[in-house]
Each structure stands twice: as C-alpha cells, then as structure tokens.
C-alpha cells in the first residue's frame, strides 16, 4: 500500500497532541461529558480497498483513545467485504458502491443492513507531458470522454487546443492508462463520464471494470501512477492520494459551473455539499454544480446490521462509526481523503441510530445540527 | 557352520514365518495402504479442484456455451463475456517463452551436462539457476515492471522494428507493455525449470552411447546431434511442456506488463491480456452473479488448456518413445 504504517503513526502522534476535542454529543466516543466508555469489543471488517488507508489511520487513531477497542479490517475488496457481511463473518463491511437490491436480498431484505457514507474520496487526471506543470493542462468533459473513447489520439488534436490557447501542445500520441482491476476508482470515473458524455453511456457505461475503448490497463492505483510516470505522452484517472503523495501532474477539469478547477480535498467536500439528498441508493455525486467542485468525486460506504445480535459488540461498533464520521474525519485530511460534508454526516448518525439490539436504541447522541 | 550336516541343509525353510519376516510383511502392507492412500488423495484433490472451479461457473455455462470461446467481448457492465482475446494472450505469451527458453535451456543444460573444458563455470552457473529458480514472481513482475518495460520500449522494441519490421508481428507502436514483454518475462521464469530437467535427462544417456559415437570418430558436435538429444529427446520434450505449463498458469509477473487489454493484435508489441490475469484482476471487486461466473469458466478453460497440453505431451512421448528407449 502506500506507506500507510507511517502514516498511522504519524496520526497517531497528532492524536496525541490534539484529542482533548470538543464535547458535541453524549457518545463517550465523540467527547460527550459524562457518558460511559465504549464496552471491550473487537471488531472485524472487511471490503473496499480504497478507504483503507483512511480507515487504518482512524481505527488505529480509536484504539490509541479506546484501547479496549480493537478494529481490524482487511481490504479485500468490495465484493468480498459484501459476501462476507452476507455471510456474517465480520462485523461490518465496506464498499465503494452501496449494495444493491439484489445483494440486499440475499443479507436478508432492504431493511436489515444499514448504509452509511464513511469517507469520500475525488480522483484527477495525472499526465506526462514534458514542461505542461500542474494545472496548465485544462480538461473538458467532452475532451475527457474523447481520450478515453479512443477519438482524441494526439496530443495536438484540435478539440484539446481549443481549451489550451496559450499552451503550445506536442505532436505526440496520447497513451491512455486505466485501472485493469475491478475498483470503486474505476466507478466514479466511468459514472462521471457517463453522466456528462452520451456516447460514453451508450457505448461503454459505468462499472467497478468496463470494457475500455482504447489503452492499457494497470492493477492497483500505484500501477497506474507509474506507467503514467514511465511513458511519455501518458494520461489516467488516479485517486488524488496518489497525485499529491507521488507529486504527479494533474490536469485542471471544467466543472459543472463551467469553471476550471484542479482537484482538490476541499473541493470534494464542496461538491459533496452539493448533493444533500445522497442515499444509499441514491449516491451518485459525479458532475457536482458549484464553483470550487471537484467533479470526479464520490463517497465510499460501510455497512452493518440493523439489529445486532451481540449487544456489546453492537455498541462498540456504532460508538467507532459515530466517531469515524465526525471527530474521525480529522484523520482523512493527512491522508489526503475528504471530509464528510456536515449534512451527510447528519444523515449518517440518524441512521446509525436506527440500529438496535433487542429493540433497545445502541447510540444515544443528539443529531448534530 | 560346524554343527550343519548335509540333511539339515536341504530341509525347506519352514512355512510358519519367523517374526521377523512377520514384521516385515507387516511394514510391507503399511506401507501399501500409505502409498494406495496418498495416490488417492492426489486424484482426489485434482478432482475436488475440477468440481469447485467448474460450479461456480456453472451459470456462465449455461448463460455462454461453448460461444465463450469465441467472444471477443469482456463487458462487464452489459454482462457479456467471451474469453478468445484471454486465451490468445495466453497461447501467444506462452508460446514466446518457449521459442526463446528452449534453446536457450537446452543449451545451458548442453554445457551443464557435457562441456568438460570449462567446469569451473558449473558451481555458479548450476547456483544462479537455482537463484533464478528461487525468486518469488512478485519480484520478477516488479523488476520488468520497472526496469524491463522502458528497456524495452526505448531500445529492444525500435530495434527488432528497425531489423525485422517487415514481419507483421513487429508491427505498430511499442510501450513496452505487451505480448513480447509478457513472454520475455515467463522465458525468464521458466528456465531454470527447462534448464535443470534437460540437464538431467541428458545425463542420463548411457555412457557407452557417448563413448561409441566418439570411438568412431564422430565429433562432440556429432554426437550430441545424432546420438545424445536424439536419445534424449522424449525427455527433453517433457522439460518444454513441463515449462509451457508453468507459462500458461503464471499470474502476477504477466499482469504487471501484458498492459490488460481485451483485443487480439497480431502485433507482439501491443498490450493484450491473459486468462490468469483477468481472473486476478477483477476477482476481488466481481459482484454480478455471471461476473464472477464467468471468472471461473476462465479458469475452466485454463484448466482444460493444461489438460491439452497434457494430452500433447502425452502423444509426442508416445509417437517419439516408439521402440526407443525412454529416458525420464
């Protein structure tokens, strides 16, 4: 992975210096004055591997602060994170894209899993073009769809001076590079395109993997990083970790509103605030309106059971994801994710307070305003 | 001894065995039941493996039939799937670690085997064999993923196109990631195992074989030629299929620069995919139900592509084998 045990412990020392927090609820977890401690559990989960550097940093964050909490979680993917909380091998499970009406089914029913949004990540465009810095190279969503398409070939095609009068582009091919394994990064980029280009739709539509039009593929974001940086000419879609912890040139991207933004942190969150009604169905935040957002961006979701079997465990689980989502949120900006926006956040402790255990209510916290 | 008579020494030994020869009759039927038990564990794995890959692809099966073979599309999202694009990958990059392993193999183990003047050369080449041997394919994968693509990018590549470009087959920009990447990367693999079965099977050829051809005057040359790789060839063919089938199953190395692409090119610099690899990359994140079925009906095929070149091998050491006598 990318260095995350530096990371954790670098977060685990700014935890140090800055968990005094301000007391905003009555879970022990979130700094509530008074409440008890969580309860001695140890939790398992397993799914997604995009969040995970995320997710590593803030459990490992919890158990600094709770040290009678332990969380491990393996990042086997989505769809084994799904199986695996269908067949009740974790405790929780995460994915990149919500499950859907038919794994819903086989967990037992749309009612019995709750969903909720556990950080949010945005991906830019990385490319190798010899003196274009950062920034320089402006990007349109028609522009993008054609170099993924495979009708944008050269680097000084028309369509692409068009948005770069000022910048003198070389008469080179362009090599397009993909993630070749299954990803939530693959998703939101192919439903942003999908969204904003109609024959991209039609032809080739949104999926964890696609059927490409032109390129190579690449496994894992770190693959695609580098043969971006190995071949001349190169461009890809890259998680925005990546772009900043392997100082990788992106390209600035139109956004919805029209203005040309360079993917940020700040700018998915801003986009994120965008969309207030975002369900687990609903999910999609691609294309985002507003003039700072970044318009490649999307949550990644965790999901537990509605009623908890365990009591104690129950607890232990929605006191961690209550924390996650709101003081947690700190430890997603080192790690170069976004912060939950404030509504979603609102939404995701309103759900986690549907969950129960015997019928009893397990997070007793005040909905944030 | 000197109490034995003559008499004595013609009574039969006595039916009754002594214990000894109880004991070891004994130890004769453990050791029957064991290797009985171990056989049939063996068919039993091959056969638990067959039945768990074939079910879960059964949906695909009945979804795709035998068209599987020949589709060319990989659309997960519209869940059509064929796997012509990942078998050709795969027979393509396989057959290239052959032409460029088993000439290069056979005539390391040539020199293992036979070369007299420079022994002091055997130790570190018979020690950089079992190195080659020994390193896990991740590190093989990222050393080609790094250092091999651009080399061959940058010079391998513009040089065969600048000699051979004529050919088809060197036709078409190269990136360095692509069918010759992939199957220099496997000829890497699969030597030592090429080089260490040959060596031994030419070994083995008899000694007075050897000396004859010599004693009638026939060259070193000649006599690997006409008496030695004849003799050894039912063997030598097993060390190629032995390797071909480490080739078509190897994963990791191969997905890092094959470059993942679902095309069929008759050009060997463009970027292609194989069966092992698209298994690994979209097993993980595969939720569709035919999705995932259609990851194991890959895994079929490639199981009935080793039982192919199973049968291959099989006939060839037959037809070769004929009356000669077979070594290995």
């Known amino acids: ?369 | 001894m000197s109490r034995g008579t003559a008499t004595e020494r013609v009574v039969p030994t006595p039916l009754v065995a002594t214990s000894r020869q109880r004991r070891l009759i004994s130890g004769d039927r453990i050791f029957h039941a064991f290797a009985y038990a171990a056989a049939a564990l063996i068919i039993l794995i091959a056969l638990v493996f067959v039945v768990a890959v074939v079910i879960p692809a059964l949906p695909a099966i009945t979804k795709f039939g035998l068209g599987f073979f020949i589709s060319r599309t990989w659309d997960p999202v519209r869940s059509q799937f064929g796997a012509l694009p990942a078998i050709y990958g795969t027979l393509v990059t396989s057959a290239i670690a052959l032409v460029i392993a088993f000439p290069i193999g056979l005539g390391a183990a040539l020199f293992l085997a036979e070369d007299a003047r420079l022994r002091f050369l055997r130790g570190p080449l018979s020690f950089a064999i079992e190195l080659l041997a020994g390193i896990p394919s991740v590190v093989i994968g990222l050393w080609a993923f790094f250092i091999l693509t651009p080399l061959m990018r940058d010079n391998v590549d513009p040089f065969l196109q600048h000699t051979l470009g004529f050919l088809p087959i060197f036709h078409g920009t190269a990136s360095g990631y692509g069918y010759l990447t992939a199957g220099l990367v496997l000829a890497i693999m699969v030597l030592p195992i090429m080089i260490a079965l040959s060596r031994d099977v030419i070994r083995a050829v008899p000694r007075a074989l050897r000396e004859g051809s010599l004693a009638l005057g026939a060259t070193n040359a000649e006599t690997i030629w006409s008496v030695i790789l004849p003799y050894a060839r039912v063997g030598i063919t097993g060390a190629a299929l032995l390797s071909l089938g480490r080739a078509l199953g190897e994963t990791i190395a191969v997905t890092m620069v094959i470059g993942n692409t679902m095309q069929i090119s008759s050009s060997l610099f463009a970027s292609g995919y194989t069966l092992p690899s698209v298994i690994a990359n979209e097993f993980t994140e595969a939720t569709g139900t035919i999705h995932l079925a259609s990851l194991f009906y890959l895994g079929v095929v490639l199981v009935l592509i080793t039982i192919a070149v199973n049968v291959v091998a099989r006939l060839l050491v037959w037809r070769f084998a004929g009356s000669e006598p077979m070594v290995a």
């Open chain 1, 1 to 369: 992975m990318r260095g995350a045990p530096i990371v954790v412990v670098a977060c685990g020392v700014l935890l140090l210096a800055a968990c005094g927090g301000t007391p905003t609820g009555t879970n022990p977890s979130t700094g509530g004055a008074g409440a008890p401690p969580p309860p001695q559990a140890s939790l398992t989960g397993a799914g997604a591997t995009f969040p995970y550097p995320f997710y590593n940093a803030a459990f490992y964050a919890y158990n600094l602060k709770f040290s009678q909490v332990s969380v491990n979680y393996q990042s086997v993917g989505s769809g084994a994170g799904i199986q695996q909380l269908t067949k009740k091998t974790v405790d929780f499970g995460a994915s990149d894209v919500p499950m859907n009406a038919t794994e819903l089914a086989a967990a037992g029913g749309s009612d019995t899993v709750v969903q909720i949004a556990g950080t949010l990540g945005t991906e830019g465009l990385a490319y190798n073009l010899d003196g274009v810095a950062t920034g320089k190279l402006k990007l349109t969503p028609d522009t993008i769809a054609g170099i993924f398409l495979g009708t944008i070939k050269n680097w000084n095609d028309p369509a692409l001076a068009a948005d770069n009068s000022g910048l003198t582009l070389p008469n080179q091919a362009i090599s397009v590079v993909h993630r070749s394994d299954g990803s939530g990064t693959t998703y939101i980029f192919t439903d942003y395109l999908s969204k904003v280009n109609a024959t991209w739709n039609s032809t080739v539509g949104k999926g964890k993997s696609v059927s490409w039009k032109t390129g190579q593929g690449a496994k894992g974001n770190e693959a695609v990083a580098t043969t971006i940086k190995q071949t001349p000419g190169a461009i890809g879609y890259v998680e925005l970790a990546y772009i900043i912890q392997t100082n990788m040139t992106q390209a600035s991207l139109k956004n919805h509103d029209g203005s040309f933004v360079t993917p940020s942190p700040e700018g998915a969150t801003a986009a994120a605030s965008n969309f207030p009604d975002v369900t687990p169905t609903q999910f999609s935040i691609v294309d985002a309106p507003g003039k700072t957002s970044s318009p490649i961006t999307g949550y990644s979701w965790l999901m537990l059971y509605k009623d908890q079997a365990d009591k104690t465990k129950g607890t232990a689980l929605v006191d961690l994801f209550d924390w996650l989502v709101t003081e947690g949120q700190s430890y997603a900006v080192n790690v170069h994710y976004s912060k939950l926006p404030s509504n979603i956040v609102r939404q995701d402790i309103a759900s986690l307070k549907t969950v129960t255990s015997g019928g009893a209510t397990l997070l007793n916290v005040a909905t944030p305003s």
